[in-house]
């Protein structure tokens, strides 16, 4: 199986399991617990149906939107996810001069594999930084104040995972980051030579946004669930989120809204807080995905 | 398995695979992206249940109904099907000469494999020619004529192909007309020779209708999804299809409606029917079930026009969900193609036969000797 063999969603998600160790496939692949709530989010789409109109004269439609004040060609951007160089050794390179070959946002996760400024080098689409408050303030700090020199577009907090979620198959596997050799996994890595060797031929594997801050950021194996529940600030509240939106000054959006509520309160903040953050307001609501 | 083992719509398509190298077999099995539309096309009719009436003295069941001014013995017709010479070297012959025996109407495609000059000396029941927009205007009206002077009773525009469906089938076995041999096909043809000897021996495989104006026509291999993104215009729109309805001067009908407001817009343009369809899942995936969406369409239009609804139909108490509706009649593809590949003339007309006799007996079982006794109180709904 090749990438030309791939034409869906399902296609690439068989060759990624081909082609990974597989404590790290499952980390890609997995959802919390029974997984009922990762099946329903594809299956959601399904109790709906759509009406076509017919002989509108269609001939090439405009997929451009705009959000956080950027106008993308397509109304679909890709998430921020963590640690990109266990899935390819190009790791977020790989994925943000994707993006901005299709003109969208490219999104970096706190815990990415590259830093703020190497992205912002290879890349001059659109960014978009994803934050973690975490318990050493100086952090988070240092974090909004590089995305702002390099010229991010836009921040998303991520405000559902103050605990990580409990993944199972990660707790099967004993994914750590960086891998660690169990016995367990050996076979599996064994299994994927390939892998193996990009791994350890394309440059050291670190959590680069992070690394000069915590020492968890490089060497010491670290599940990410225990990643998470020691760096990340459990009693981060709306102050935080506006102590971050008002630091960055820009578009700013919560990522992981799902109460009405919720929505509407990161509405009042911004009423209360700013004049000039339209996409917040437009923003929450829509991400819901989690890290 | 022959065909005398074949009772209903599963037994031909379990036939039909088994006599169809798999890109032709895929080809007609096939739908769009994930194939949940075509799926649902079917299972739709399991979300509604049939309420019978008893004791009403239904010895003699009359299945006819009248559509585009013609009456049909039955209230189903075969939908008009591209290439049907690969599925069965007779082709649209057979479809046509079984279709007249039944005195039922069927559709000849824009991409048929039998001209419409032959279809006409061949069938006199009444016929629908379907109609593809190409961006080569001589084209079409080379079409529209030659359908005319065949004396065809019904002509249909289909409005649902204006781009090609993701047909992940297709891709995957490397469908293509006329089929072309890979290293991964050839296995799939070399095992089913008696396909192979009866194509290549039993006459040319052209497209009629298209060959003098275009290449894909004839000897370069093209895939569907290719034609209908090249040839086909994609800025046809309602005023295209209203100068083809007056152009065509008889009855006239748009394949592949599904909201209200087309279905409405229909009647402003001329339209005397409508088949409320989605290409049999083939081209938009998440799109709405025929049946879902019946009811609307009928309860908007069914008095200004004839409402067919196409696709999914697989058993006689699909048929008769739909005709309780307010359908005037139905409409199907792999209904009778199944057939066709499993046996030819022969393999369709056992088809119609089944579901004739399906009709039949669920007509009495529901208290019913004529397609206009059913309503919408034979119906219930689940949700
Ligand atoms: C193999 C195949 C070829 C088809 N070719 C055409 C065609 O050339 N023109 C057209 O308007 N519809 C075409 N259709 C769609 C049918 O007319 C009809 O809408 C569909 O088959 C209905 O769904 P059903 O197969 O579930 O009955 C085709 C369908 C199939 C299965």
């Not at chain 2, 993104?229 to 309805?245: F, G, P, R, Y």
Request: net charge positive; hydrophobic share 35%; with cysteine.
């Amino acid at each position: 199986m090749k990438l030309k063999d791939c034409h869906n969603f399902s296609d690439f998600r068989k060759l990624a399991k081909k082609k990974l160790p597989s404590p790290i496939f499952h980390y890609i692949d997995g959802g919390a617990d029974d997984e009922l709530t990762l099946r329903r989010n594809t299956e959601s789409f399904n109790d709906c149906d759509l009406v076509p109109n017919i002989l509108a004269s269609v001939g090439k439609p405009d997929l451009s939107t705009t959000v956080f004040g950027k106008k993308i060609d397509m109304p679909i951007f890709l998430s921020p996810t963590a640690m990109q160089r266990l899935y390819h050794h190009d790791g977020d390179k790989a994925s943000a001069r994707a993006a901005e070959k299709f003109g969208t946002f490219y999104s970096m996760s706190t815990m990415a594999n590259n830093s703020i400024e190497e992205i912002a080098d290879i890349s001059s689409g659109p960014k978009l930084f994803q934050l973690y408050v975490h318990k050493d303030n100086s952090i988070t700090d240092d974090l909004i104040d590089r995305c702002r020199v390099s010229k991010f577009d836009g921040m998303c907090l991520t405000v559902d995972t103050l605990v990580a979620g409990n993944r199972e198959k990660d707790h099967r596997t004993g994914f750590t980051t960086p891998p660690k050799l169990t016995l367990q996994s050996l076979m599996s890595f064994a299994l994927h030579p390939q892998w193996v060797f990009n791994y350890f031929t394309h440059g050291k594997f670190e959590m680069s946004n992070v690394k000069n801050k915590t020492d968890k950021g490089t060497n010491i194996s670290k599940s990410v669930i225990e990643y998470i529940n020691e760096q990340y600030d459990p009693a981060m509240s709306w102050k935080d989120a506006e102590y971050c939106v008002k630091k960055w000054n820009g578009p700013f959006a919560l990522k992981g809204v799902m109460a009405v509520e919720d929505a509407k309160k990161s509405y009042r903040y911004w009423v209360h807080s700013n004049n000039g953050f339209k996409s917040w307001r437009k923003a929450a609501g829509w991400v819901k995905i989690t890290f | 398995m022959n065909l005398d083992d074949c009772h209903n719509f599963r037994d031909f398509r379990k036939l039909a695979k088994k006599k169809l190298p798999s890109p032709i077999f895929h080809y007609i099995d096939g739908a769009a992206d994930d194939e949940i539309t075509y799926d649902r096309n079917t299972s739709s009719f399991n979300d509604v249940d049939l309420v019978p009436n008893v004791l009403r003295g239904v010895e003699n069941v009359d299945l006819s109904t009248t559509i585009f001014g013609k009456k049909l013995d039955l209230p189903f017709y075969l939908a008009p099907t591209a290439l049907q010479r690969l599925f069965h070297y007779d082709g649209e012959r057979a479809v046509g000469k079984a279709a007249q025996k039944f005195n039922t109407m069927f559709g000849v495609s824009a991409l048929a494999t039998v001209s419409v000059e032959e279809i006409a000396s061949l069938v006199d029941t009444p016929k629908m020619f379907q109609f593809y927009f190409h961006k080569d205007r001589g084209l079409n009206d080379s079409c529209l004529e030659r359908a005319k002077a065949a004396k065809f009773d019904v002509m249909a525009l289909t409005v649902d192909t204006i781009t090609g469906g993701n047909r992940e089938r297709d891709l995957r076995t490397g469908f293509t007309s006329p089929p072309k041999l890979t290293p991964s096909s050839l296995f799939s043809f070399a095992t089913k020779p008696m396909w192979g000897i009866n194509y290549l021996t039993k006459g040319k495989f052209e497209l009629p209708h298209l060959q003098d104006y275009v290449k894909e026509g004839t000897d370069t291999n093209t895939s569907i999804g290719q034609y209908f993104s090249t040839m086909l215009d994609q800025s046809m729109n309602w005023k295209d299809a209203e100068k083809l309805c007056s152009q065509w001067g008889g009855h006239f009908a748009l394949k592949g409606i599904m909201s209200v407001e087309d279905a409405k817009r229909a009647v402003d343009i001329g339209c005397t029917g409508i088949m409320v369809s989605n290409h049999g899942g083939r081209q938009l995936d998440g799109s709405r079930a025929p049946f879902d969406q019946l009811a609307e369409i009928v309860d908007a239009v069914g008095d200004k026009l004839d409402v067919i609804c196409e696709g999914g139909f697989q058993r006689g108490t699909h048929m008769l969900k739909a005709l309780s509706l307010g359908a005037k009649a139905c409409s199907g593809g792999r209904l009778y193609l199944y057939a066709l590949a499993a046996g030819g003339q022969a393999g369709v007309e056992r088809a119609i036969e089944k579901y004739k006799a399906e009709l039949v007996r669920d007509m009495k079982l529901m208290g019913c000797t004529k397609i206009s006794d059913l309503n919408r109180d034979n119906l219930r709904f689940r949700r």
